[in-house]
């Protein structure tokens, strides 16, 4: 089974996703289960991990409702208080629903670059293994060594890094982040989504060649047993249609055995989210 790990949904309002600017107009719409599902069948996609885009319980609430309904939903990365005393009541809200299997904070989005290192937020990510849950690191380069200090403390929690860290693609610059990539990866439950990319390239002027080296790097670091494929649709609607970044990642994995890229393109995603339970559903 083909898997996109990292996709979104919403209900467009501008209260809501503020961070939808006004060069995005393409955003400032509804996306949800039936349009993604008119673009994954063109290229045999048969399930998708629908990630929280708003940080709110309500947001967890109205994906878990949204898996309950669409087969294609074998997976939700919600969104929880990791900081919040009442942490443990918010799992247990949630932790019975078949397909709740993670969740993420918007760490890119804290000015604090090692927010991540707070008592509070390591108190909240270890609880998680209790529950069976998986974490998202949502960085940009510059959190990558705090990310590398969290992830130390917690040698048995899976972690999967969004986006390859957000490297600097339109620049072209590869260091620090080849570097702090390539320790992030020495830890053997850190995972890498191969997504997000051409959002961080010129979004009409980037070429399949521009993410070449960044791919080179993270399937070095990680190896294909340690990588999963996602669209970040919509998202990746501001620089390119669900095919173009399909293709991107295909021209890639083409290289490797056949094994290979079935972890790539679902079999690394099913075994980390613990989806196998769930793809019938």
């Known amino acids: 089974m083909k898997i996109d ?148 403390i917690f040698p048995n929690q899976p972690f999967v890094l969004d986006h390859i860290a957000k490297p600097f693609i339109k620049d072209g610059l590869i260091e620090p982040w080849s570097a702090n990539i390539r320790q992030l990866a020495t830890f053997p439950n850190v995972f890498c989504k191969v997504s997000g990319m051409v959002t961080e390239a010129h979004w009409r002027q980037w070429k399949p060649a521009d993410f070449q080296p960044y791919l080179q790097i993270v399937f070095e670091a990680f190896g294909p047993q340690r990588i999963m494929f996602g669209s970040d649709w919509p998202v990746c609607l501001l620089a390119a249609t669900y095919t173009k970044v399909v293709k991107i990642v295909a021209d890639y994995v083409w290289q490797l055995s056949k094994t290979e890229q079935a972890m790539v393109w679902g079999e690394t995603a099913r075994k980390f989210y613990g989806l196998e339970q769930n793809q019938n559903t």
């Open 5 to 152: 790990a990292h996709q979104h949904f919403w209900r467009y309002t501008p209260a809501e996703y503020g961070w939808i600017g006004s060069n995005m107009e393409i955003l400032k719409n509804d996306h949800l289960p039936a349009n993604l599902a008119l673009l994954t069948r063109t290229v045999d996609i048969e399930g998708t991990v629908a990630v929280q885009a708003r940080q709110t319980l309500t947001e967890t609430e109205w994906l878990l409702d949204l898996a309950d309904h669409y087969a294609l939903i074998k997976g939700v990365v919600g969104w929880v208080d990791l900081c919040g005393p009442d942490l443990r009541e918010q799992l247990e809200r949630f932790v019975d629903h078949p397909k709740f299997c993670g969740v993420r904070h918007l760490v890119q989005d804290e000015p604090d670059d090692r927010f991540m290192l707070r008592e509070d937020f390591i108190r909240g990510i270890s609880l998680l293994a209790e529950f069976d849950l998986t974490y998202d690191i949502l960085i940009f380069p510059r959190q990558l060594s705090a990310a590398c200090e969290l992830v130390a």
